[in-house]
């Protein structure tokens, strides 16, 4: 079982940026794919980004594309979620979450294990 820790968040402005890190641990994640997700008040979860295991496959959601960078850190079982001109629709718990196999799912049941999330709050 892996479980996965988010940290990063927090209240930034518009225009800011922040860094969300989410640490793996219960087994090596070889050939699996992590993501992130987030999850507005009263909306449902939606897919932010993900990346595989060799790094060169990444996928982003349209609403992120150009403004958030995904990457990892496979020797210390890491993915990071790089997130520069902020808006507030932007705000949302974000998850961290990983899948066997290709990065290019953007499902939530696609993914086996999740983080406990991390709050992201952009202000106007």
């Known amino acids: 079982q892996v479980q996965l820790v988010e940290s990063g968040g927090g209240l930034v402005q518009a225009g800011g940026s922040l860094r969300l890190s989410c640490a793996a641990s219960?087994?090596?994640?070889?050939?699996?794919?992590m993501a992130w997700f987030r999850q507005a008040p009263g909306k449902e979860r939606e897919f932010v980004a993900a990346i595989s295991w060799g790094r060169t496959d990444l996928y982003y959601a349209d609403y992120v594309k150009g403004r958030f960078a995904i990457a990892r850190d496979n020797a210390k079982n890491t993915v990071i979620l790089q997130m520069n001109s902020l808006k507030p629709e932007d705000t949302a718990v974000y998850y961290c979450a990983v899948k066997y196999g290709s990065s290019r799912a953007s499902e939530m049941n696609e993914y086996n294990n999740w983080g406990q999330g991390t709050q992201v709050t952009v202000s106007s």
């Open positions: 219960g087994r090596t994640l070889f050939n699996y794919a």
